[in-house]
């Protein structure tokens, strides 16, 4: 069965620092992997997909992520972070079979 | 429709009434999912259409949910004899084709549901 793992529940950061969100899932073979954000009151936003081809993955605001099949890992970065980035981010790992699958997601809190 | 459209926003219901939530997909949109999100949770997966095929149900939590969607259209999703447990935004997302066929999933705002 797939699944992902996110195993920072928060983070805090301090606005202008760099940002790492960990995502780790569990899929039998390629995996489709999508980054979303909800903002408070919001719905989820798609920041960011892959499907194949180039591990390192842009996507809006600033976003990247790089897929590492040996580490089953999938981890948003952004450079430098801003106020309005406080948000809840959710990795999710899609298969073959059209399940879409998320994680438990990570609360991003930025400090002035 | 432009995006994935939800009704009713807010529901708030008794216990033990059945309740019904819609979902209009985005027009063309072939697969069609259910979420539930529990206050300060992840996104727990409820029920995936993807156009005639039969519906993967897997993460119904009991028989008192149940879900329909006529060919790709709008999508009910019924929760029979609610409990309190049962409090949650329900979330609806629809996607050109299955994942993986370089689409993506859209989301509507969801339906807020307290049982009381």
């Known amino acids: 069965a797939q699944s992902v793992t996110q195993p920072d529940i928060h983070i805090t950061v301090s606005e202008g620092a760099s940002l790492e969100l960990r995502c780790n899932y569990s899929y039998g073979a390629t995996p489709y992997l999508f980054w979303y954000v909800q903002s408070p009151g919001q719905g989820l936003q798609l920041l960011l997909k892959?499907?194949?081809?180039?591990?390192l993955v842009q996507g809006i605001k600033g976003f990247e992520a790089e897929f590492k099949r040996s580490q089953s890992s999938f981890n948003l970065r952004k450079p430098s972070v801003h106020w309005s980035d406080a948000a809840e981010y959710f990795c999710?790992?899609?298969?073959?079979?059209?399940?879409?699958?998320f994680g438990t997601g990570t609360r991003l809190t930025i400090i002035p | 429709g432009a995006g994935v459209s939800q009704s009713p926003s807010n529901k708030v219901t008794e216990k033990g009434k059945d309740v019904e939530l819609r979902c209009d997909p985005i027009s063309g949109h072939t697969a069609l999912y259910w979420y539930r999100q529990r206050l300060g949770q992840g996104l727990e997966f409820l029920i995936y259409?993807?156009?005639?095929?039969?519906?993967?149900k897997s993460g119904l939590p009991s028989d008192r949910f149940s879900a329909e969607r006529t060919g790709e259209s709008v999508s009910t999703l019924t929760i029979q004899r609610t409990q309190q447990e049962d409090s949650a935004v329900y979330l609806c997302?629809?996607?050109?084709?299955?994942?993986?066929?370089?689409?993506?999933?859209?989301f509507g705002q969801g339906t807020r549901l307290t049982v009381v």
């Open positions: 999710a790992v899609g298969g073959t079979r059209g399940k879409l699958t």
């Open positions: 997302a629809s996607s050109l084709s299955r994942i993986g066929m370089n689409t993506e999933a859209f």
């Open positions: 259409f993807q156009g005639n095929s039969a519906p993967d």
């Open positions: 892959y499907f194949s081809g180039d591990t």
